[in-house]
């Protein structure tokens, strides 16, 4: 990695936390972000969402399955990772993440064969060979699918989406309580930073729905479900609001009090002036803005607002992406000195390197490929076929 | 081949100081855990920057290339009271001659060594997921190597950039106050080497120890005092422009 040094800087200081740390608050805000449209359709009933729950769903257990997978690579140690599972010391924010990791991927898990059991058990009926086995599997030995042992699967549904809820919240604002913990690092120190990860996952989970789902109606060629994505244009545009504003009260906080954090955001102005104003303001939070006030507002057709919706939605996932990785990245660079900065520019192959990365953002894409050809989460009769 | 020359130099002297003073060789008593409060003080009007300190330090710690457990700043103030701070390669080579500030032009200059302050609350101790990091019985701040996995969050955490990733170790790193050496009776090998007596360690419980006669009679300042680390490194007349 090429890290240049202007002015003053300690001698050992350097972007330790480098891309592996922006894809890893990246793939867990994606995680818990997803179960939000699954939850509202499982335990709230909005049958707008229908149409996407059970994808949601899938997404979130291919997200929340790689979600460790960045910090692994990072690790110096990565065969020692269970040392913080085995001897946590519960001073660290970071301590319990594994049990905080676990029991969301446990979670998810079960409300997946939950929710997909009556598949399985149809698969199991219908289809031979090598593939009724590898159904027969999934189905754990349990093949009954009774109205009234679907209704007892319901309810268990519920529940795990009902304790999903204040797991999720957890595991992105645990995220944030990493960052925000650290008081050495004027950028990332504030307490409420897990609130800002909270309502930036949603907004990530929401878009990437959308997104994927504009893709597998072309893959599958069939429509998006209007509806669907008009509702979840409008959950995208109060997350994004809501995020936006968390973070408008963190820098009104700041500027013009803390010397240090001042010094800080002026480095990461200089340095990062496309990542920070260009995608991450602009680009990234101004444009789906208006977007999706247009779509939601304004009388448009439905083919039009469809394609306005992932466009914005693609611009929200940029957003969250560079406030993550100006986050991640840009408060590194001023130094502790408080008389110089360093420059970052990343390395294309190496453990923490472009090319890794992006296999890593990659792995849970494929996996939810995977899972959406094992476990088919979108209604046939649900969408017209084009 | 130039580090090779100053790295074996410093091993000269060390080796040269041992000889003549055998007095400080370890004792051979067994070593009791309990009971110390070590302190260190650095002399800042004493300092030349001379760097053998941080060769000395190279040397003992087998410090890799490009990262320190100590090293020495140099702070110019111009007569226009512009300030120039550098360090170049934290000091390894000692200084060469400023050339942003003519010579006549200089209001002062003095060179300020830092390592690690052992901090009494220190910031990297309880951010350690796995308590790889900790106090040791006397009061030093370790970081255990085969138990450390290298996430960095004691790196992120530090205010003064004392520790860092060792490269070849894949663990935090930093200064131990050369703690198999403190424990044996020794100094650390940067207090041993340095030519002036800028830096000073010592036992602080022991009343009659030098280092407890500094912390009695001298005005001593400590870096970044309002973060609330109290750190066991103490300066003697420390500039407020440093951090």
Redesign the interface.
């Known amino acids: 990695m090429a890290q240049i040094l202007l002015g003053f800087v300690f001698p050992n200081e350097r972007v330790y936390w480098q891309i592996p740390i922006v894809i890893y608050p990246f793939l867990t805000c994606i995680a818990t972000g997803t179960f939000f449209l699954s939850t509202l359709d499982h335990l709230f009933k909005k049958k707008s969402l229908k149409p996407v729950s059970n994808f949601a769903l899938l997404a979130s257990m291919a997200f929340v399955s790689f979600a460790s997978l960045p910090l692994l690579v990072h690790l110096g140690h990565p065969e020692r990772a269970f040392n913080i599972m085995f001897t946590p010391s519960i001073s660290s924010a970071m301590a319990t993440f594994g049990y905080i990791y676990g029991f969301y991927l446990g979670l998810v898990l079960l409300e997946v064969w939950f929710v997909f059991r009556p598949q399985i058990v149809q698969f199991v009926r219908s289809s031979i060979g090598l593939k009724r086995a590898f159904y027969t599997v999934l189905a754990l030995g349990v093949k009954d699918i009774s109205e009234s042992s679907l209704r007892i699967d319901h309810r268990i549904v519920k529940l795990l989406a009902f304790l999903r809820v204040p797991t999720a919240c957890v595991l992105s604002g645990y995220v944030g309580l990493i960052f925000g913990t650290l008081d050495s690092v004027p950028l990332w120190s504030w307490r409420l930073m897990p609130l800002i990860f909270l309502l930036s996952a949603v907004a990530c989970g929401v878009a990437l729905i959308v997104v994927l789902y504009f893709i597998a109606a072309k893959a599958r060629r069939s429509r998006m479900d209007s509806r669907c994505v008009r509702s979840m244009s409008a959950y995208l545009l109060t997350f994004l609001v809501l995020s936006g504003v968390v973070q408008l009260i963190n820098f009104l906080r700041s500027y013009g009090a803390d010397p240090e954090w001042q010094f800080s955001f002026q480095t990461l102005k200089s340095h990062l002036t496309f990542t920070f104003v260009g995608l991450q303001l602009v680009a990234g939070w101004v444009v789906p803005f208006v977007l999706l006030s247009a779509l939601l507002f304004l009388k448009l057709k439905d083919a039009f607002r469809n394609a306005l919706a992932v466009l914005s939605s693609f611009l929200v996932l940029i957003h969250v992406f560079t406030f993550l990785w100006n986050l991640v990245i840009g408060a590194q660079l001023p130094s502790r000195a408080l008389k110089g900065s360093i420059t970052f520019s990343p390395e294309l192959f190496g453990k923490e390197g472009i090319l890794v990365s992006a296999v890593i953002v990659l792995c849970p894409l494929v996996l939810l490929f995977v899972l959406t050809k094992i476990l088919p989460p979108f209604e046939k009769k649900a969408e017209a076929a084009a | 081949m130039k580090s090779a020359c100053l790295l074996a130099s410093a091993g000269t002297l060390l080796f040269l100081r041992r000889l003549l003073c055998p007095g400080a060789e370890a004792a051979k008593t067994k070593y009791s855990f309990a009971g110390h409060k070590y302190a260190f003080i650095v002399d800042t009007r004493k300092c030349i920057g001379c760097g053998a300190c941080v060769r000395a330090c190279k040397l003992e710690n087998k410090v890799p290339n490009?990262?320190?457990r100590t090293?020495v700043?140099r702070y110019t103030v111009a007569k226009d009271s512009k300030?120039?701070?550098?360090?170049p390669?934290?000091a390894l080579r000692g200084f060469e001659e400023l050339k942003a500030v003519p010579a006549p032009d200089v209001a002062r200059a003095f060179f300020v060594p830092?390592l690690c302050n052992h901090c009494t609350n220190a910031?990297c101790?309880?951010?350690?997921?796995?308590?790889?990091t900790y106090h040791s019985p006397d009061g030093v701040v370790l970081t255990d190597p085969s138990?450390?996995?290298?996430?960095?969050?004691c790196?992120?955490?530090?205010?003064?950039?004392?520790?860092?990733?060792n490269p070849a170790?894949?663990?935090a790193d930093k200064c131990t106050w050369c703690y198999h050496r403190i424990t044996k009776g020794l100094l650390p090998a940067c207090v041993e080497i340095c030519p002036t007596g800028a830096r000073r360690f010592g036992d602080a419980a022991d009343s009659a120890s030098q280092v407890a006669q500094v912390l009695r009679t001298e005005r001593l300042g400590v870096l970044r005092k309002e973060?609330g680390t109290r750190p066991k490194v103490y300066y003697v007349e420390l500039d407020p422009k440093v951090?």
Do not use: H, N
């Open positions: 490009r990262f320190f090293w700043e300030l120039i701070v550098d360090s390669d934290g830092k910031p101790v309880p951010v350690c997921p796995v308590g790889a138990y450390c996995f290298g996430c960095g969050y790196i992120q955490a530090c205010p003064y950039g004392a520790r860092f990733k170790m894949r663990t973060l951090r």
